[in-house]
């Protein structure tokens, strides 16, 4: 192998080792952004908390103030109608001076309206966002588990069919084995009946000849019988 090849292969292998520490890292990485994430909701909750309790207060106020200038409308009416006129133009600088006043808290009161719709969208498509991340996440992780185990497993499965085929292998031969010890076994005893004259017996006995002697009853009696007149 060339110079060249060999050190192709070793960047390959570096730029390999290089993305499984990023890939083993991007999970954390994630994780980290997700918590950050929720922490910045949390305070966006908590400004929205804020500019919905002031919004209240300015409906309050609002509302009380258009209640003066109701009244105070209705007070300089009934003076004029009395031909009290000094009444009825003081309190008429109090209307005007109240509608001043609710021109200012209803811009304001129109303002935090504004920003509490804007603040609630913004914020939940930032949990809609967040949401999704978290189910991205939660996927990625459990796909990793799983892959991981199937790894796992597959490691196993080759180890155990690695074992079995040895254990395999061990097994013929002790079958093989067996199978000359009992070859030699029965070749030993077959040695022995030749030397001990069995094995003639055994021939003699298949080819029908009594060997050794054996004699029938009346062929001993006829013996004995002739022993016995002699």
Known sequence: ???KKIWTALKG???EAAEAVADSQAIRILDQELREARDELKKCDQNLTSIMAKRKLAERKVESMSADVAKYTEHA??????GNEALAIECAERVAELES??????ALLNGFKQSETTLKSNIAKAKTNVRRMEQQIDQVK???AVQKAQVAVSTRHVGANSK?????DSLDRIKQKQTQRAAELEAAEELASEESGSSLDAKLRA???QPGGDVSGKDKLAQLLAKKSG
């Open 13 to 15: 292998g570096a730029n």
């Open 77 to 82: 009416l009934s003076a004029n109608e009395q």
């Open 1 to 3: 192998m060339s110079f």
């Open 207 to 209: 080819a029908g000849i």
């Open 142 to 144: 459990a796909t990793e």
């Open 101 to 106: 006043q609710l021109d200012t808290e209803q």
């Open 164 to 168: 079995v085929k040895t254990a395999l």
